[in-house]
């Protein structure tokens, strides 16, 4: 079965600095990662999704993730984190009729 | 991009009666959609697949009495939670696919039952 695990139940970086929220996964074949961002009492927002092509996928709002065939990671970054990023972060991984799984989730805490 | 809405956005509801949920896309046609539930700090529980003019797909533990899941139309798919039990408090999610790999996310609707 597919399953995406995030290690850490919270993330705190300071504003401006550089951000990382990891993911692992376990897939049988191909492995279709996606990160999603929830603010509180909302729904998820797409942020970006690796399909195939290049590691280094770039999505919304400045973020971007490296598919790690070896390491079997999809890691969430950000260069330069804002005290709104503030947010539940979601690591997912597509499941047979297209429905996705989703990790635990990541509190991430960016401070002034 | 999509838009999907939910109504409500919240409820509160007394123990054993039902309450019914709207996922609507609002600007596609989605023939599957899927009903999430989000405990507190938690992460998204997959509780069924609704496939457009068939019967709905639920995940094993789900209890598809009590989760009546009806997709009636290319833009609805309605939850309703039947007998509701303060336990099925909960942030209910619904989602359209939109492709193999994208769905869309509705704002969420916020069970409460007393």
């Known amino acids: 079965a597919q399953s995406v695990a995030q290690p850490e139940d919270q993330v705190n970086v300071a504003e401006g600095n550089p951000l990382t929220v990891k993911c692992t996964y376990s897939?049988?074949?191909?492995?279709?990662l996606f990160w999603y961002v929830q603010y509180p009492n909302r729904g998820l927002q797409f942020l970006l999704k690796?399909?195939?092509?290049?590691?280094l996928v770039k999505g919304s709002y400045g973020f971007e993730a490296e598919f790690n065939k070896s390491q079997t990671s999809f890691h969430l970054k950000k260069p330069s984190a804002l005290v709104s990023d503030s947010a539940l972060y979601f690591c997912?991984?597509?499941?047979?009729?297209?429905?996705?799984?989703f990790g635990t989730g990541t509190r991430l805490q960016v401070f002034p | 991009g999509a838009v999907v809405s939910q109504h409500p956005s919240r409820v509160i509801c007394k123990s054993g009666t039902s309450v019914k949920i709207e996922c609507r896309s609002l600007?596609?046609?989605?023939?599957?959609m899927f009903w999430y539930r989000q405990f507190p700090k938690k992460s998204l529980m997959l509780m069924a697949t609704?496939?457009?003019?068939?019967?709905?797909?639920?995940e094993q533990g789900v209890e598809k009495d009590k989760f009546l899941i009806n997709h009636a139309s290319l833009t609805l798919s309605t939850l309703t939670v039947t007998s509701a039990h303060p336990e099925d408090s909960s942030f209910y999610i619904c989602?359209?696919?939109?492709?193999?790999?994208?769905?869309?996310f509705g704002p969420g609707t916020r069970l409460t039952v007393t």
């Open positions: 989602s359209a696919r939109v492709s193999a790999y994208e769905q869309y």
């Open positions: 897939v049988s074949g191909n492995p279709y």
């Open positions: 690796y399909i195939t092509g290049d590691n």
């Open positions: 997912a991984v597509r499941d047979y009729g297209d429905k996705l799984i």
């Open positions: 600007d596609f046609q989605a023939t599957t």
């Open positions: 609704s496939n457009e003019g068939s019967k709905a797909t639920y």
